[in-house]
Structures are given as C-alpha cells and as structure tokens.
C-alpha cells in the first residue's frame, strides 16, 4: 500500500506563524512532497479542534501516516500520538517536526525561517513514510521507594507514601533526619516554632511500619530503570550498634572531647567527639566522629565504651554497604549555605561580630548555644544596633545570579526576633523587598510597624575602621541609600549576612549517579519548569524541596507531596509503558563478531555461544542505538530510529540542497 | 553565488536528553542564532552512524554538527565517549578524502547549556561559512562516474566474484 501521509502546520497563536509563512509551508507540503494527501495549517493543532481534524483526515483520507509541525516533541508528542490512536492508527506512525523552538522563536528573519521550516517537514515527512507500528513495552512496577533526603521535603514525600501503606527507605547523610528545618527557631511568617512543627512529622517517620531510616548513610551506586531500580547505599560507620544503642546519652555527656559542631550549629556552637546533633534527633542514636574522636587520635580514652551501659560501642565498626530494590526515587537533598567568607568586604571570619543567617537562627534557637539569647561573639554583651545584609552571593553576578527567594522573609523575621528579644534597632539592607506569598507582605508590613528600619541599597562594606567619634568600637556599614540618593554610613553592633541558598557541593555528583541533569547554577532540572516542575528527564526519579530550586518550607512541602503523588501513581498502576525504542538483531545476517557486546553500557547484549550470534535482551535495552551504529555488517536495527528512517530524513532535511546540486549539474543525476 | 551571501547548509545530530533539550531552551528563552542548522534528533550522540554524517554531506550539506551530553553526563552512562572516537575516526576519514575536517563539528551542551548551544552553532556557522560550499554531489560527479564504471564490471563479472 503507498503511503498516504498527513501533514499539520500549527500557528501555535503567532508563536510560529509570526515568524514562519505556516500556509505557505503547508501549501508547498501538500503540493511538492511525494506521498503526502492532505496538508493543513491550524492556529492551535493542540487544541481539542486541531486533534479533532487530524482524527477525522486519518478517516476520511485513509491515512497511513502524520507529520505534525509545531512545537517540540517533548511537550507534545504523547497529543498527537494519542490523537493518531483514537483514530485508529498506531501512534508510532506520527512524526511531530518542532518549528517552535528550533526555528520560529530562535529566528530573525521570515524567509529564512520559512526555508528552514520547509527542509525539517520534508525531513519529517520522508522519515515518517518509513516508520513502523510498535507496541509500547511493559515493566512492572517495585512498591518500594527510595527517598535521598531526610529534610522537610523528603519526610513530607516518606510519610506520605507511608500512609499510604508502601514501603518507603529514607537515606540521610547526617547522623539525624530533620535537615534545615531542625536548626531554625521560628518559621515565617507565622512565626509557629520550627521544632514543634517538625519534630512530630520526624517520630512519625522514625516509628512508622513502612518507613526504613538509614541515617548516616549515602548513596553509593544506582543501577536499572524505571520500575526496579538497584540501590547501593553505604552506611557509614557509626562505632555505634544501632540494635543496642537505647539513646541514654551517657556516652556523650561523658565524653571528654569538644570540638565546635560546623554542621548543625554552623560553626557557632560546640559537639562532643561522641554526639546526637540535637536533643530530638531521630534516631536518637550517637555518632563518633572519627576525626575528632582521642581514641582514633592517640588510642587513649574510650570513655564511652566503658560507660555504656548496654556495650552499644563498637570501635571496629566498618562501613557497610547495603542493596535495596525500589520502583521510584525522590530525591530531596536539599541546599547548602553560601560561604560568606567568599565576599571578604562584609568580614566574616574577620570582624568578629558579623554573623551568617544560619548562626543567627542558632543564636536564637532556645536550644542553641546562647540558649536563645541575642548575644554578641563574647557571649555578653546584647547589641544596640543589629544590620541585616540581603543578598549576600545572591542576586550578584559575581555569584549567583538567582534570587534565593526566601532571604527577605528570613531577614524579616530575624527583624522581629531582634525587636521582641532586645531593645536594639534594627536595619534592613535590601535590592528589592521579595514577599510574594500568603501572609508574607502582611508580615512586612508588620515589621515596618514594629519599626525595623529599611534601607534601599546593596551592602558595599562593612568595616571595623572608624571615621567619626561615634563609630568607634562598632562596625560601620557602608550603602549607598538609593531611595534618598546617599551614601550612608551607619555604626552597628552585630551583623547578619543573609548567605545564599547553593546547592549541595555534590548535587552534581549525585545526579550522574542518578542520570538527571542539574542547571547551570546546579539544581536539579526538573522536566518541564511549569508542567512538570516535580519529575525529572529520567522517568521514576522526582525531585522535591530545595534541590531543584530556592523555596520555602511550605514550597519544599508542597513538591515533597506532589511528588509522592506521583509515585504513587505509579505504583497503583503496577506496570509503566515504556518506549519499544530497541535494538534488535537479525540473526540469521550476524557474523558474531561480538563488537556490540561490549559496546552496550546496559550488558543488554547477550552472545549464543552455540548459534554463534549476538542478541539484544530487550528488557535491559535502553534505547541509545550506539550498537545499531556500531554494526559493521548493518544488521543490528534501532526501532524508530533505524538507519533507513535516518537516512530518510537526512535526505528530507537536505531536499533543497540537492535540488540546487541537480540545477548546478545537471548531468550529474545520468547513470 | 558571491561568497559573503554564502549560507552553508548543516545537518545537526541532537541527543535526545541534553543537546535537543538545550536547542529547546535556547527557543523558549528565544535566543536568536543562524537558521542554518537543521536539527535530526536521535536518542544518542552515540546513535550517530558515522555514515549518517558522510552521507549528509554527499547529499549537499556543507558541515555536520554533532551535539551530545556532556562527558560523564550521558544519559547513557558513557555512549557519548563513543560518539567521541567516532568522531575523531571521521575526521580522519574527511582528510582522506580530501575534505576539510572542519566541516564536521562536535559539541557538547547539557538541557540548561540553551545559550552555550547558540553560541556553537554561531561559531560552526561562520566557521563553514568561512570554508565556502562543499558541493559533493557536483564535485564527486566524475568519481560517480567512475563508480558506475566499477559497478558495471563488476556486474559483468559477478560470477567470479561471487562470495560464499
């Protein structure tokens, strides 16, 4: 049967008909490519009408084949295909060509764009003629879930799909889950205490039937695909056996060393060597640090050993490595702070009584070092005059170019902490003033209220040198106030830098293992930034919280739900479809020669010693095709994207070429 | 056709995961670059049969652009390494053929890399530009000619040069 091909050239409103003559190229389809029927252009062929029309042609014209020109196939390939399905005919039989984003809106000039709008139909027209009818694969689908990250977001998504009744394995690399959340005092802008809302949700997942906790551990491996994921996890020795351990706590209150806690109390407050991070930490198990521990030091000590009283220590521990088999990953590693040592002018590290947020929200935790007192470095003295620092590595093109979103709210409340604990006055320097959420601006309002002071400018310096009587023995900061057209410079007490969000130092690392793909500024590229803003490229992983972007609490949990959500999705679907894009190999033509066992990453190629033959296991097939290109005898076949479809659409895409080459030369088409 | 309106014609092979996802970056943030590439998407730069890029240009392309993950960052753990031998082998295929090896180009450019993407295709672009046309097809005639010539007698002795 020839071929009776389809063609639909969508406007997309003016997004490409603006740029590309869509009518003429619809016109030109229908009149100069072999096969071709019909040949539409739509102002929207996504729109109900548009699928509507392709279905009835499929009809009415018998069509064997569709080629939709419009916007890439990532956003709406699944349409079209469903739509040639309804009408009966295969869905791998529809060909989407993207005249959007690879030629109208990167365009400048019409002609131009219209030329090249008329080489990608043709190419997509001259390749769907040689696509084949295939059947989507099926996989089933593990109940289970791996969730990297046990902050708000991850124990959000866990506790979810616990109650939902599926098993879900939380892995954290601190000794605690909690993350963040933990070392925060209050919460904006209802200012609700942190712990009081997070340690319930954190018990819940350390005491649920079908959560498993492995704190202290880390992702090492992670192998397979959507549906059965192989997980290596390493455990992290912790010189303390978990079964025996009851959280008495003896070890650490008699635990001779101290060292200052650079993680949970962010270089402001003291551990021992033997420590839980905080009093509700979950588990309640102790961790040794090794690298401050006397016994690793100079085999001395041991005191927590003899003072345990179930013999919980165990100094030989080792790391352990453990396997687990899971259908879907969450990943909610969550972000790290800017090290404001990285703007030497703002001082920290130098002038003692500059602060980060995360010192600050430790300073005013009850259970902090200061026991929620707002004290100076010399732990005596309470401030007069407090500054708040905005944008401290954010919104800087020397650092990060991103708005880290939740700074301003941050600073707001810290505002009203220093008013409700102290008498001081307190400063705001501030680009812009960012509360564009629910009950946020209300909140600024209230600070303005309270009398915070706010300043419109970026931090120039701040400094310890004095230029007039009255700045001296205090830090001067340096602004320009844009709002009154000054330079200012205003004696304070204490400072608080408002360090960016970054992410994760080894986002990068972990998203190799994982196979999806960070951002330029390093978070995690979700899949589609407003659709799809909780799965990722590679189908079972989802991201949630703070990884994939700046967000508060409420964002981090709201995408830690969604993205359980979704897992449970999938699990109530048992089975995932995934694309029969495979490699297949003709037997009876293979040589044996075995260079595509190797070549495949997957191992998805398997050699039969008596036949003599390689053959593809299609279950472990993935798709890319190397093997099909690497083929010397050509028998191995890429399904949807086999050499005779590329070849086809290398010939559509250069149909002009060639006609320029047949004018140029004319006899050189004899033979 | 004067040489400074010459617009080369380039055929682009886009992975699927990074570099088809970066050209669709660079258009919903409407970069604007040369219209003169034009996108064939395949799963893998590793899918790219070195054959695929001879024969884009044997059909009149006058430069070839592959656009892969980059290293260390395939979606297929490693394919694009081999997309990378290949590439080299192909470019000393080009000068053993007489063609400039720079008409072939590979590029790396993750799903954000939208503007780097844009700024390899400006910089291929004027770089084939500056090469001029390649016209294969014209140019190989005589070749062709000869071809013919050797199919015709090796028809003639079929036969005998039957393999078993």
């Known amino acids: 049967m020839a071929e009776r091909v389809g063609v639909y050239i969508c406007h997309c409103g003016s997004n490409i008909a603006g740029m590309v003559d869509v009518e003429q190229v619809a016109k030109w389809a229908g009149e100069n490519l072999e096969g071709v029927v019909v040949s539409r252009d739509y102002k929207f062929m996504c729109s109900s009408l548009g699928q509507a029309m392709i279905e009835e042609d499929i009809k009415k014209h018998n069509l064997t084949h569709v080629v939709v020109g419009a916007c890439s196939p990532h956003l709406h390939e699944k349409t079209f295909r469903k739509a040639c399905q309804n009408a009966g005919l295969n869905p791998y039989l529809c060909q989407m060509t993207n005249l ?48 990297i990250g046990g902050g708000i977001a991850g124990l959000q998504a866990t506790l979810e799909l616990a109650d939902a009744g599926y098993p879900v394995y939380v892995v954290e690399r601190r000794p605690s889950i909690g993350g963040h959340m933990a070392q925060f005092d209050k919460t904006f802008p209802t200012l609700d205490c942190s712990a009081c809302i997070l340690t319930p949700k954190m018990s819940e997942a350390g005491q649920h039937p079908n959560v498993t906790l492995y704190t202290y551990s880390e992702v090492d491996e992670v192998s397979g695909s959507v549906g059965h994921f192989r997980v290596r996890i390493r455990r992290k020795a912790r010189m303390v056996t978990e079964d025996k351990c009851t959280g008495c706590g003896i070890c650490v209150e008699k ?14 407050g003291y551990r021992k060597a ?71 002018q703002y001082g920290y590290g130098r002038l003692a009584n500059v602060f980060t947020a995360l010192e600050f929200e430790r300073m005013c935790n009850a259970a902090g070092p200061t026991n929620g007192k707002i004290l100076l470095r010399d732990g005596k003295t309470e401030p007069q005059t407090v500054a708040i620092v905005h944008c401290v590595g954010s919104r800087d093109s020397n650092h990060n170019e991103y708005c ?57 310096e701040v400094t310890d040198a004095a230029r007039r009587p009255d700045e001296a023995g205090k830090l001067i900061v340096q602004v320009e106030d844009t709002l009154l057209g000054k330079q200012r410079r205003i004696p304070v007490d204490m400072v608080i830098l ?45 991201v949630a919280g703070t990884c994939q972007g700046p967000k508060d609490i409420p964002a981090s949990v709201a995408q830690g739900a969604a993205a359980a959500a979704r897992v449970m999705g999938m699990i109530t679907k048992r089975k995932v479809w995934i694309e029969p894009v495979v490699a297949t190999i003709d037997e009876s033509r293979c040589s044996g020669c075995r260079i595509c066992n190797n070549i495949c990453p997957y191992n998805a190629i398997e050699y039969d010693e008596a036949k003599g033959v390689s053959r593809v296991i299609t279950a472990m097939c993935k798709g890319c095709g190397t093997c099909v290109a690497a083929c010397p005898a050509g028998v191995i076949s890429g399904a949807h994207f086999s050499n005779e479809q590329v070849f086809a659409e290398i010939e559509g895409i250069l149909w002009d070429a060639l006609q320029e080459e047949k004018k140029a030369e004319p006899q050189a088409v004899t033979g | 056709m004067a040489e400074e309106t010459f617009e080369p014609k380039i055929v682009g092979f886009l992975c699927n995961w990074c570099s088809y996802r970066a050209a669709d970056l660079a258009g919903t943030a409407r970069i604007k670059y040369p219209p003169n590439v034009r996108i064939i998407r395949v799963m893998c730069s590793g899918r790219v049969d070195p054959a695929f890029v001879l024969k884009a240009l044997s059909l009149g392309a006058d430069g070839v652009m592959i656009a892969g993950c980059h290293p260390g960052e395939c979606h297929y753990i490693e394919q694009n390494y081999k997309a990378m031998r290949r590439y080299h082998m ?21 799903a ?35 071809w013919h010539a050797v199919e015709a007698l090796a028809q003639e002795h079929a036969e005998s040069l039957e393999v078993l």
């Open chain 1, 100 to 147: 959007r984003e690879h030629v109208s809106w990167v365009s400048r000039d019409r002609e131009k764009a219209t030329e090249k709008a008329r080489a990608l139909v043709a190419a997509a027209v001259e390749r769907v003629k040689r696509q084949e009818p295939l059947q989507p694969l099926s996989v089933d689908v593990n109940p289970a879930t791996l969730v």
């Open chain 1, 255 to 268: 635990c001779p060393r101290k060292v200052v806690d650079e993680d949970f109390e962010a270089g402001f």
């Open chain 1, 274 to 344: 033997i420590y839980t991070p905080f009093p509700q930490a979950v588990p309640r198990i102790p961790v040794i640090d090794v690298h401050s521990c006397i016994w690793f030091e100079r085999q001395k000590c041991r005191a927590c050993e003899k003072l345990c009283p179930t013999g919980a220590i165990d100094f030989e521990q080792k790391d352990e490595i453990i396997e687990l088999e899971v259908g879907n990953i969450i990943v909610a590693t969550g972000w790290n702070m800017f090290d404001c040592r990285r703007i030497p």
């Open chain 1, 404 to 460: 880290s979103g939740i700074c301003c709210m941050a600073a707001l409340k810290f505002g009203h902490l220093v008013l409700e604990k102290t008498k001081a006055e307190v400063y705001s320097f501030y680009i812009d003033m960012r509360t564009n959420q629910k009950g946020y601006e209300e909140f600024y309002h209230r600070l303005l209220e309270e009398g915070m002071h706010f300043v419109r400018g970026k931090v120039a």
């Open chain 1, 498 to 542: 408002m360090g960016a969000l970054e992410p994760q130092t080894d986002a990068k690392e972990l998203g190799l293992k994982l196979g999806i793909s960070c951002s330029m500024a390093g978070w995690y590229t979700e899949r589609h930034p407003k659709l799809d803003p909780v799965a990722t490229m590679t189908d079972g992983i989802f």
């Open chain 2, 90 to 110: 192909l470019k000393h295929t080009l000068r053993a053929l007489g063609l400039e090896e720079d008409r072939i180009r590979l590029v790396w450019a993750s």
């Open chain 2, 112 to 146: 954000a890399e939208g503007q780097q993407l844009a700024e390899h295709i400006e910089e291929f672009v004027d770089d084939v530009r500056k090469l001029g046309p390649l016209h294969w097809p014209s140019n190989f005639q005589e070749n062709g000619e000869r």
